[in-house]
């Protein structure tokens, strides 16, 4: 099977631009989820889909956003971008929201915010 | 609220001598324990989990981990390192206690292979 593809790989925004980010996952995957990768702040959970709902969202601002389609993809957007929101932004898929399956991680999108 | 951690942020190890990476963590409820592994430019790549039964789980790349529930560890293990096995190793666990899917994760070791 192919794995979780995201894109795109990089990008480069400035400041108060906004965002999209896609993410497909491995088909039969039904369950969606994002999270941020820095350097100071670590691997943070941004929000998490499953049958085009978000059934839950970390703590980060409303201008993060996302919503899952009915082939299961997924995409995240970022509105106003802030220096901060500089990250890979990693998208992981897994079968279905139940506790024991592993989630498999995509290669990320870069976005860089100048 | 549940969190992992990782107490080396970098761990030297000579190629062909056992490698330890160390995880401890605290849940309210049953731990579910993952290891990944993050190779530079890549995503995360699932190694292994520790769900229920068995202490020692076996994973991918001839890695296992030990889960420990007096210590409330998972360590990641490996007999023999290879220069390859040189990357930044997660530890994560899951949220159960609201029923969300997502992972807490460790905040990652180095782990250099010397050849």
């Known amino acids: 099977k192919a794995g979780v593809t995201q894109t795109p790989r990089y990008l480069i925004k400035t400041r108060g631009q906004q965002v999209t980010l896609s993410c497909s996952p491995i088909?039969?995957?039904?369950?969606v989820s994002w999270y941020q990768q820095t350097p100071g702040q670590g691997l943070q959970f941004l929000f998490e889909y499953f049958s085009e709902t978000q059934r839950n969202k970390g703590n980060f601002p409303g201008r993060f956003s996302g919503r899952q389609f009915s082939n299961s993809r997924s995409e995240m957007n970022v509105s106003t971008l802030e220096l901060g929101d500089s990250a890979l932004y990693l998208c992981a898929s897994s079968p279905g929201p139940q506790e024991n399956y592993e989630q498999y991680f995509g290669p990320g999108t870069r976005l860089t915010v100048t | 609220a549940q969190s992992v951690a990782q107490p080396e942020d970098q761990v030297n190890v000579a190629e062909g001598n056992p490698l330890t990476v160390k995880c401890t963590y605290s849940v309210s409820g049953n731990p579910y324990l993952f290891w990944y592994v993050q190779y530079p430019n890549r995503g995360l790549q699932f190694l292994l989990k520790y769900i229920t039964g068995d202490n020692l789980v076996k994973g991918s790349y001839g890695f296992e981990a030990e889960f420990n529930k007096s210590q409330t560890s998972f360590h990641l293990k490996k007999p023999s390192a290879l220069v390859s096995d040189s990357a930044l190793y997660f530890c994560?666990?899951?949220?159960?206690?609201?029923?969300?899917?997502?992972?807490?994760f460790g905040t990652g070791t180095r782990l250099t292979v010397i050849p």
């Open positions: 994560a666990v899951r949220d159960v206690e609201t029923g969300a899917n997502n992972l807490f």
């Open positions: 088909s039969g995957h039904r369950s």
